[in-house]
């Protein structure tokens, strides 16, 4: 299911000190379409999303399950008031072709970061790219250092990490972890994943 064209993991620095290790899968649109219905439709209640860039975050929870439509390869998670899209698959609507094939999810990645900060200095996610290299969305799963109305937690939930291990399992072929809080640390400050030489 990987393809010569994608790193399997990278890992990289960021100027606040975080770092964040990116674990990336093959955007094939079989992958997209099991990985939009686990986040919106059977995760919705758990998830956080919307684009996350330096100096804007969107933080979009559902406070219902959205109706998930495809037409045309673009992907439509719907609420009534609001909804919003996502090129997974190819499409035709379009009469330049380099627009239709750089629409479409390029890069998928789980990814983690570590540093100081919001969420007890560590987030868990998925973020896709366009073939531009722009991030389409970013989507935040459940914090074990937060509550689910993101209080901070004196005593971290690591049980809050299983869809992220289902997640590894599903899309990257990782056995989860049979203790989930011991393979976790403290809060670093970014300098603690292991490198390619490792």
Not at 10 to 25: K, M, N, P, R
């Amino acid at each position: 299911m990987k393809s010569a064209n994608f790193k399997d993991r990278e890992v990289v620095e960021h100027l606040d000190g975080t770092t964040t290790e990116y674990s990336y899968f093959e955007p094939s649109p079989e992958a997209m379409d099991s990985l939009v219905k686990v986040l919106f439709e059977q995760h919705w209640r758990d998830v956080v999303v919307g684009p996350c860039i330096e100096g804007a975050v969107f933080e979009i929870r559902f406070s219902e399950a959205p109706k998930l439509t495809t037409l045309d390869g673009y992907l439509t998670v719907n609420l009534g008031p609001w909804h919003f899209h996502l090129c997974i698959a190819p499409h035709k609507g379009n009469r330049s072709a380099e627009l239709r094939r750089n629409r479409q999810v390029a890069r998928v990645a789980l990814f983690e970061t570590r540093g100081q900060g919001c969420g007890g200095g560590r987030s868990w996610g998925v973020r896709m790219w366009n073939g531009f290299g722009e991030q389409m969305t970013t989507v935040f799963l459940p914090n074990p250092r937060l509550s689910d109305d993101f209080k901070l937690l004196k005593t971290p939930n690591w049980e809050r990490l299983r869809f992220w291990y289902e997640l590894r399992q599903q899309f990257l072929g990782e056995i989860p972890p049979a203790d989930i809080a011991a393979v976790q640390g403290p809060p670093s400050t970014g300098s603690d994943f292991a490198t390619d030489d490792d």
